[in-house]
């Protein structure tokens, strides 16, 4: 409705400023004075989804205050906020969160893809590859961890890994790129080894035992599975640094021939993982790894102009503060809890579609706004 109103205003300014003669001329053709509007009624071709785990507004502020009062979310303009609670509980874990974003619904804490009912939902990226476009997923976390999970698989419980990685043999990303190698070769449900039925099944599996993210070479490579560790990745403070690669490498795959379009989520998984600890110097830097990143994949939206970027977070993790005595790029900060909060949570949108974004709405709305944007017919009852 929004959208209607705003070209409606569009037009009524359009034909102010225009002479009588050419008035009939453009209620004839409205479509030429929507052109004109950066991203209005333009759909995405490409949607890149990332998410920040744990990153608030004060995880946010951290890394804006620690680099210097400058960071690439800055160029962004279209913001909203998303109400992150779970179907039964107010405060949300990263299944709930996550399956909120991928599959439209609310449902309980330690969800993987599957609804308060324990019954499987199709996501967004599960949708996109049966509608032909390509899709990927990217985290600092474990592959199999409960964000990218609840993409690609379908559990009733976050820690069922090994049954988790089995789903993904189904969903067909053409990319792959996290931790957690031993989910996938050295399974204890079973004797199986995934890596050799991903590579029977047209995958180049690489570990990073045997390569760096720069050192792949995707000629000839149609879907890649890289293994960035054995079980979590690293921190950013303990050495890792792959993750503005790894998303560059992902978008310039997906990218290629890329008629149909592409889905790729992008995880900054180990904000999270600093709130929990409460070390702040892990937050700040895993939002600055995060944020370089943007700047990366904003680059190249920039320059396609098809693309909606969408950038967001599960949930708050600390309760994180900036307290008095802070200074830039010297702050003081304490923590009021070890686990999530409620706090509503910061989207930011660019590109085709953006203006669908700002706002304050549920967090299952990312998932039929991110649809909306692609084009695909509405899922709302
Ligand atoms: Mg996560
Ligand atoms: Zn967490």
Redesign the pocket.
Known sequence: MKKYLYILFVLVVSLFSCDTSKKAAITAQPQIVEKSITGLNKKAKNVIFM?G?GMGITQISSGLYSNDNKLNLERISTIGLHKCYAYDNLITD?AAG?TAFACGVKTYNGAIGVGPDTIPVQSILEEAELKGLKTGMV?T?TID????ASFAAHNKYRKNYEEIALDYLETGCEILIGGGQKSFDRREMDERNLSEEFAKDGYTVVSHVDKTINEIDMTDVEKLIFYTADSSPLPVSQGRDYLKPASELSIKHLNKNNENGFFLLI?G?QI?WGGHANDANMIITEMLDFDKTIGAVLDFAEKDGNTLVVITA?HETGGFAIQKGSKLNDLKTKFTSDYHTADIIPVFAFGPGEEDFSGIYENTELYHKMRAAFGWESKKD
Request: aromatic share 0%; hydrophobic share 30%; glycine share 0%.
């Open positions: 998410v785990d990263s996550a985290a976390s961890h409960a964000t990218p995880e998984s999270d599960d």
